[in-house]
């Protein structure tokens, strides 16, 4: 039997783009929505959209956020093997990703790891006008063989960080 001819995988850095814009969008609406200070979104609350809202909102918050995680891993290992572009070690330390087991880290690359591997993936979402540092993140949970472990991943600097990867890539693919 003969093998097919190789191929590399063909990654959209404009679907990875939108993707971390619906994903920031997804979260911001959400937040707006629960702090609907004014009682505007009170009004429509009996609507069949929002007696299905909270499921409507997992389902598309987890097939975006692993949508994300998995082509910009990939995208990321294409650039490695080829040496176009700029990996996304050209992106550690520039922001504060989030804390692994009380550890803080920067690595997008580690981030989108911690999500393909989570076996929980959470997130919290509250609005606290008593702690206005206060940032949307994700919450997951895993093992790397019989230690377990707990990260956060705080949503704003982990979609700025993904979305100027995927506009610097955006000449190579």
């Known amino acids: 039997m003969e093998l097919p001819k190789a191929e590399t995988h063909v990654i959209s850095t404009s679907e990875l783009q939108k993707n971390v814009f619906r994903l920031i969008n997804l979260f911001m609406g959400f937040t707006s929505i629960l702090d609907d200070n004014e009682g505007f979104v009170e009004s429509f609350i009996p609507s069949a959209l929002f007696e299905n809202y909270s499921n409507l909102f997992e389902e598309e918050f987890s097939k975006t956020i692993l949508d994300i995680a998995i082509n910009a891993r990939v995208l990321d290992d294409l ?45 919290d979402i509250r609005n606290d006008s008593e702690k206005p540092y206060y940032m949307p993140s994700l919450q997951l949970l895993g093992n790397k063989g019989r230690k377990e472990w707990i990260a956060e991943i705080y949503l704003l600097p982990f979609c700025k960080i993904l979305f100027d990867f995927a506009i610097e890539n955006d000449r190579i693919s």
């Open 79 to 123: 650039i490695k093997k080829s040496s176009k572009g700029k990996s996304l070690s050209n992106f550690d330390n520039v922001e504060l990703m989030g804390i692994i087991d009380e550890e803080e880290f920067t690595s997008p690359r580690e981030a989108l790891n911690k999500i393909i591997h989570s076996n929980y993936l959470g997130h």
